[in-house]
């Protein structure tokens, strides 16, 4: 999954073409599982209020999940809705056997809990893995449901490295979404792991001894050329929107440029972790369908 440009040194990690890939082999296990067992996968997605961007990730998903084959199931509320209504709405869905993931699309209007309510989905139906239980479950290397956007980056890691072991791993970024379940995956493969943050000293130096830089900041091209190790593997989670020559772009954490001279594999921004996220929730959604069904994992979707 890798290939080079004349400008850079760099393998560049396809996640458009990962994606693609990935998607492909969960359709053909949802076509297995529809014909021998006659279950349909089914992922529901509450998006509240209007959010332009949260409504086109939120269609975004819908076309996907149908694509592979799976029940979409989609659920708009105002942005006034009351936090009960929305609770209520989970314990549908939680009590939904057509309904096997449940993803409630992140920001929430700020009168709600977003705590509270990630907190009232069902764990086994948990798509996107930021249940308390399943962050537990993660952390102390049991069977969990594993945050998408990280689950990706490992499996392209994986794919491109092969064994992580006894790598030198530094993730910046210390999110509950992306920076700390990334750094509890590396650690999970036996990475000697760093995470890195705002307060974190002499950044730079902390990055130069990374086999493996995770970016995840959300600081257009923070992460310079001269911070990589030669032929470290670099993965930029960030999506940044910014202005050039009076044209919207999308950029990751890392200066592409300068980093692709130095590294020995690196993520595209736009194409590389962002593709892979759906990916990994529809892999989420076929997983938690069938450890519902007292079915083995799905082969290669799970850490
Ligand atoms: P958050 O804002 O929640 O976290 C950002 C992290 O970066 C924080 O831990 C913060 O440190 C750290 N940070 C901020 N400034 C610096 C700095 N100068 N030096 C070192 N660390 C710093 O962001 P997310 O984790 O939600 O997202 C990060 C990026 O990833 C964003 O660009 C987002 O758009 C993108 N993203 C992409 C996804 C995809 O599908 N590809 C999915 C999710 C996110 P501290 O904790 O000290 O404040």
Known sequence: MAGTT?????????????????????ATQVAELKAAQGITPGLAVVLVGEDPASAVYVRNKGIQTREV?????????????????????????????????ILVQLPLPGHMDATKVINAIAPAKDADGFHILNVGLLGTGQKAMVPCTPLGCLMMLRDHLGSLAGLNAVVVGRSN????????????????????????????????????????????????????KPGATVIDVGINRIEVDGKARLVGDVDYAA????????????GGVGPMTIACLLANTLTACCRANGLPDPEGLTP
């Open 177 to 228: 979404i992306v920076g700390k379940p990334m750094a509890q995956l590396l650690l999970n493969e036996s990475c000697t792991v760093t995470v890195a943050h705002s307060r974190t000293r002499d950044l730079p130096d902390v990055c130069r001894g990374a086999d493996i830089l995770v970016a995840a900041v959300g600081r257009p091209g923070m992460i310079k050329g001269d911070w990589v």
């Open 69 to 101: 084959g799976m029940s979409s199931f989609e659920h708009k509320l105002p942005a006034e809705t009351p936090e009960a209504d929305l609770l209520a709405l989970i314990d549908r869905l939680n009590a939904d056997p057509a309904v096997h993931g």
């Open 259 to 270: 980093a692709a001279r130095v590294a020995g594999a690196i993520t595209p921004v736009p």
């Open 6 to 26: 004349a400008e850079t040194t760099a393998a560049i990690i396809d996640g458009k073409a990962f994606a693609a890939g990935l998607r492909a082999r969960i």
